[in-house]
């Protein structure tokens, strides 16, 4: 029902998902999300993998997890994190790959706002998890979500953190954010 509702959504709205690599890429992954400027983004992603089928999980603050609408966050992915306390999110998302097969959201960025370079968090949760990473950009002026191009973990274990990061840079050019003066296009 969710993939029928999803399709439905993304045709109303005049989006199309552009697979970019094997649909088997998005079952187990750190899917690197950017760019982030808007909110919009979320939501059309988590249309994207529903209308493929593919299971998806976010790591949000716990406030959107305990708040009266938590049940809906919850059902769209949302794993609530206390962001006051010390976590391992490293060990954490490494748990959840144990138990799981499950692509895990990361916004690099970090926010919608500008940034000067990118967080590292997503290449050492997927070294240390050992499952690809796998890029995905919505872009606004063409209306398509791009999704599974993977960068596998033979990949990440061989190269260096800064020949992947360029790749992923080169990758980005071709996207267009729903607000440019929110993106870096320099991401490390």
């Given at each position: 029902m969710k993939k029928l509702l999803a399709k439905l959504i993304l045709k109303i709205i005049g989006w199309?998902?552009?697979?970019?690599?094997?649909?088997?890429?998005?079952d187990r992954c750190i899917l690197?999300?950017?760019p982030h400027t808007a909110n919009a983004e979320y939501m059309l992603g988590n249309l994207a993998y529903w209308s493929l089928g593919k299971p998806l999980k976010v790591i949000i603050k716990d406030d959107h997890t305990k708040a009266w609408?938590?049940?809906l966050v919850k059902a769209m992915g949302g794993v609530g994190i206390d962001r006051s306390q010390?976590?391992?999110?490293?060990?954490?998302?490494?748990?959840?790959?144990k138990k799981e097969d499950f692509s895990l959201v990361i916004t690099p960025e970090g926010t919608r706002s500008w940034v000067p370079k990118w967080r590292k968090g997503f290449y050492h949760m997927a070294l240390a998890a050992k499952v690809p990473i796998v890029v995905a950009a919505g872009d606004f002026r063409t209306k398509q979500i791009h999704l599974g191009y993977k960068i596998s973990v033979e990949d990440l274990?061989?190269?260096?953190?800064?020949?992947?990061?360029?790749e992923m840079e080169e990758y980005y050019?071709?996207?267009?954010p729903k607000y440019p003066e929110k993106w870096n296009p320099k991401i490390y």
């Open positions: 199309k998902v552009v697979l970019e690599g094997d649909v088997n890429n998005l690197v999300v950017a609408y938590g049940f010390k976590n391992d999110l490293v060990k954490f998302v490494v748990d959840q790959f274990e061989t190269r260096t953190f800064e020949d992947i990061m360029q050019k071709k996207i267009t």
